[in-house]
T-cell receptor
């Protein structure tokens, strides 16, 4: 069964460093999302992406964040200068059609900023 | 303010018991999804309910969407230890949401004891 994959599973970085989180969405899906989940808190939307551009972003997704689909398969989230409060699980999700709403999530990347 | 309120937050029961968890909102949702999440993993989609009053069954799990599409419930019959996990409801509100941004509840942590 097709699934969303994410790498790395765990990333440890120092405050101020740049990190890139990678995702491979399900191959025929067209809409892509990043969410994050701070330990013990709810899953929060960061950004949605369609047709090589951002469709919607939350207030969390400030200038330190960027997303890219550099080729036909990868979808990346970059945090330019990490802060302690960026420590969280980051989930990528994809859906094949905007009318579907059935988003399939990857296993997540645990980001730890020290 | 939580867009989606889930209750109870924690539920601990014996194997074989029945249970119901709730997901409520003051907003109307286009659809509601139920996910299950294990520690350190991504949410796994269980079901999507779309039509007000809809009932969907997945083996021992019964999902219901309220007539007004503001609430949903998950009923588990004869719980098993394998049902242990965090149950999340999520959905795109009918108004003000583009391209399927999901809002999540905080979840109900279910523990089923043998």
């Amino acid at each position: 069964e097709p699934e969303v994959t994410q790498t790395p599973s765990h990333q440890v970085t120092q405050m101020g460093q740049e990190v890139i989180l990678r995702c491979v969405p399900i191959s025929n899906h067209l809409y892509f999302y990043w969410y994050r989940q701070i330990l013990g808190q709810k899953v929060e939307f960061l950004v949605s992406f369609y047709n090589n551009e951002i469709s919607e972003k939350s207030e969390i997704f400030d200038d330190q964040f960027s997303v890219e689909r550099p080729d036909g398969s990868n979808f990346t989230l970059k945090i330019r200068s990490t802060k302690l409060e960026d420590s969280a699980m980051y989930f990528c999700a994809s859906v094949w059609d905007r009318g579907s709403y059935e988003q399939y999530f990857g296993p997540g990347t645990r980001l730890t900023v020290t | 303010t939580q867009l989606l309120e889930q209750s109870p937050q924690f539920l601990s029961i014996q194997e074989g018991e029945n249970l119901t968890v709730y997901c409520n909102s003051s907003s109307v949702f286009s659809s509601l999804q139920w996910y299950r999440q294990e520690p350190g993993e991504g949410p796994v989609l269980l079901v999507t309910v779309v039509t007000g009053g809809e009932v969907k069954k997945l083996k021992r799990l019964t999902f219901q969407f309220g007539d007004a599409r503001k609430d949903s419930s998950l009923h588990i019959t004869a719980a098993q230890t394998g049902d242990t996990g965090l149950y999340l409801c999520a959905g795109p509100p009918s108004r003000g949401s583009t391209l399927g941004r999901l809002y999540f509840g905080r979840g109900t942590q279910l523990t089923v004891w043998p």
